[in-house]
């Protein structure tokens, strides 16, 4: 995970915590306060009504409209009732000539017309739904006259207390939207510094030594940025002075080689026998001396920028490193064939590729006593290129082993080598991000392969440049 969704996820956690912490005391107070608010307009606009029905409770017409308006304020049904002892109905908000019946039965209304007050929730069978009842009685010069009763579906106050909570967490989730946008923006710019040198290591790692990282934002930001400065100043300089020693050597130890062999060559034309045989020997080391300080100089260069790269196709470079190698091959009593169908195609540099060829069928010649196979394809967005001998084979844990510096493996302790053809190819493939890796074949000997990112065909890049 990102450091910025690290961040994002505590940020997230500390306000949704604090959210929480909030507004669950504040919806349970919310509720509390619209069912008090409620039960309080209730019992009001039921005195209300009660005082306007005081000197009015003959007048049925008089009581119809009163009750209606109150009905239609406050949301409710709203009845008045005539006295002891049968209590009959007198107006009704949601009947236009309600019939007289008694209500004197009813617990609340009994109440009221013993001039007390009553209010409190219960289940109405009639209507099939729990109500909010107020009842309250009505008086004239001290002397009860009747009852109101107002009843509210709870229902309706559950709705009313849900749309408050409602709003209150549509607040809190505008609050934690606004808070997450915020901490997105924090962790970016935390964590933009971390990504701008990430990407400047990968540039300094692929061989630009001129990358260097901004110096900017915080001030522990700065001070990392700057010390990473330093130091891809510092390994400029150390990888400069490398090449530099690379070059020289090159130049320094090849000439007093060239001369020694010439020498060589020359005293063994004017030698007897039995000297010239020593000193044909002699050149075997000086080739040997030549080769290994070929391979300590390619290996020298494993950090330098690679070169451009171009489309290189593995079956014209098979064919290049055949022609190279059958007669060699052919000289010391071994078949080199190649066994490849098609072609792939990798994004690298032709002479890297050469190198790498020679270095694994040389390799494979010096192990098989028969026959040496280069075989090539594509598989999966891969292009592959293997030698494949008929040598006898790895020794257990030398699949990694012999692509180490100065390996040598279990089968070739009593051949000649340097050692560092297998280090060559490693370092090669990784120069064109591929990957090397040795295994036993099932009918003996080994299989030596490297996997590159396939990359367009040459035919291909031709024409998608002459279409563009």
Excluded at 132 to 143: H, I, Q, S
């Amino acid at each position: 995970m990102s450091l910025r969704l690290q961040l994002l996820g505590a940020f997230a956690y500390v306000l949704l915590l604090i959210l929480v912490a909030l507004e669950v005391p504040l919806a349970l107070n919310l509720a509390r306060r619209i069912d008090a608010e409620v039960k309080n307009e209730a019992a009001a606009q039921a005195f209300v009504v009660s005082a306007g029905a005081s000197g009015s409770m003959g007048d049925r017409g008089q009581l119809t409209r009163l009750v209606r308006r109150s009905g239609r304020e406050l949301g409710a049904r709203v009845i008045v009732v005539g006295p002891l002892p049968a209590g009959r109905l007198l107006a009704d908000s949601a009947v236009a000539k309600p019939q007289p019946v008694p209500y004197s039965s009813r617990p609340e209304i009994g109440a009221a017309l013993h001039g007390n007050r009553s209010q409190g929730e219960r289940h109405s069978d009639t209507l099939g739904q729990d109500l909010l009842y107020t009842a309250v009685p009505v008086t004239n010069n001290g002397r009860v006259v009747g009852a109101v009763r107002v009843t509210q579906s709870i229902d309706a106050v559950q709705g009313r207390i849900r749309r408050g909570v409602l709003a209150l967490v549509a607040i809190g989730a505008f609050a934690l939207a606004l808070g997450l946008a915020l901490a997105w923006f924090l962790a970016s710019s935390l964590s933009r510094p971390l990504r701008t040198l990430a990407s400047t290591a990968r540039r300094l790692e692929d061989g630009d030594l001129e990358a260097r990282a901004e110096v900017a934002g915080a001030k522990e930001q700065r001070e990392v940025s700057a010390a990473f400065n330093d130091m891809a100043e510092r390994l400029g300089v150390v990888l400069a002075a490398q090449r530099e020693f690379v070059a020289n050597a090159s130049h320094q130890l090849r000439t007093p080689l060239t001369g020694l062999r010439l020498r060589l060559e020359s005293a063994r034309a004017k030698a007897g026998r039995e000297a010239a045989v020593e000193l044909e020997a002699a050149e075997r080391e000086v080739e040997r001396l030549a080769r290994l300080l070929s391979s300590l100089l390619t290996l020298a260069r494993e950090g330098d920028k690679p070169p451009a790269s171009s489309p290189v196709s593995l079956a014209r470079a098979a064919e290049r490193a055949y022609e190279r190698w059958a007669v060699p091959a052919e000289q010391d009593g071994r078949v080199l064939e190649l066994v490849g169908d098609g072609d792939a195609t990798i994004s690298a540099s032709e002479e890297d590729l050469a190198i790498l060829l020679d270095n694994l069928i040389e390799n494979a010649l010096r192990y098989s006593p028969s026959r040496v196979s280069v075989d090539w394809g594509e598989d999966g967005g891969e292009a592959w290129l293997a030698v494949l001998d008929e040598g006898p084979g790895l020794a257990a844990g030398e699949e990694t082993k012999l692509f180490e510096r100065f390996a040598r493996g279990s089968a070739g302790s009593q051949r000649s080598g340097t050692g560092l053809g297998l280090a060559i190819v490693q370092t090669l493939a990784h120069r064109w991000r591929g990957k090397a890796s040795l295994a036993n074949r099932l009918e003996g000997g080994t299989r030596a392969e490297v996997r590159f990112p396939a990359a367009a065909t040459v035919t291909e890049k031709r024409w998608v440049e002459a279409s563009s």
